[in-house]
């Protein structure tokens, strides 16, 4: 089975840009994984921000951003607030499993 | 709205069973892909698995820690997904999720409020 790698914790100043990868022990991150991002808070339900590699929701902040990157995926995050500071998951489709990454602890300090 | 209701959470043994649903209203569930999803007490998401939709023939996928022991399956005409559960692990132990997969015109990614499953003696 594919592992997914995410950076385990990061840390973005307020205002700040960050940029969260989501790797495939296969190979390059393409398109064809059908990217998503999904962002939890202590306590609460999963939100899923991207979809698709690049597509947004009608909730989702417009400082969060996905894209291919280096052959990962990418989420951005411009401009940081204090309300991003949250665990972060990307999963990836492998020909119909779906496999989440081990997530990215995101600090806003 | 979209909304997804999941239940039938309990306090199993191991080697037990344990059925799972969701029921889901505020879309046409019949055209959409369903998974399950799960998080284990302080830990990260797990997929658990997937069923299609009547176009693809209700096929399923696991992942490989549940395969052979959990099987999913739908009724479009109650709205409704499940997960049965077998020969249940304490590793089983988790909250478990039902998140709405595509359609061939709307993403997925819409997540009920879970249900918890906690396999012990």
């Known amino acids: 089975q594919a592992v997914v790698t995410q950076e385990p914790s990061l840390t973005v100043s307020p205002g700040g840009t960050v940029t969260l990868t989501c790797g495939s022990s296969?190979?390059?991150?393409?398109?064809?994984?059908?990217p998503y991002w999904f962002q939890q808070k202590p306590g609460q339900v999963p939100r899923t921000l991207i979809y698709?590699?690049?597509n947004k929701y009608s909730w989702t902040p417009a400082r969060f951003s996905g894209s291919l990157l280096g052959g990962k995926a990418a989420l951005t995050l411009s401009g940081a607030q204090p309300e991003d500071e949250a665990d972060y998951y990307c999963?990836?489709?492998?020909?119909?499993?779906?496999?989440f990454g081990g997530g990215t602890k995101l600090t806003v300090l | 709205d979209v909304q997804l209701v999941e239940s039938g959470g309990d306090l199993v043994q191991p080697g037990g069973s344990l059925r799972l649903s969701c029921a889901v209203s505020g879309f046409t569930f019949s055209d959409h892909y369903m998974d399950w999803v799960r998080q284990a007490p302080g830990k990260g998401l797990e997929w658990v698995g997937r069923?299609?939709?009547?176009?693809?023939?209700?096929?399923?996928e696991y992942a490989a820690s549940v395969k052979g022991r959990f099987t999913i399956s739908r009724d479009d005409s109650k709205n409704s997904l499940y997960l049965q559960m077998n020969s249940l692990k304490t590793e089983d132990t988790a909250v478990y999720f039902c998140?709405?997969?595509?359609?061939?015109?709307?993403?997925?990614?819409?997540w009920g409020q879970g249900t918890l499953v906690t396999v012990s003696s």
């Open positions: 296969t190979g390059a991150v393409t398109s064809g994984h059908w």
């Open positions: 698709d590699t690049t």
């Open positions: 069923i299609r939709n009547k176009e693809r023939s209700y096929t399923t």
């Open positions: 999963w990836l489709s492998y020909m119909g499993l779906r496999v």
């Open positions: 998140v709405r997969g595509h359609s061939n015109s709307s993403p997925g990614g819409y």
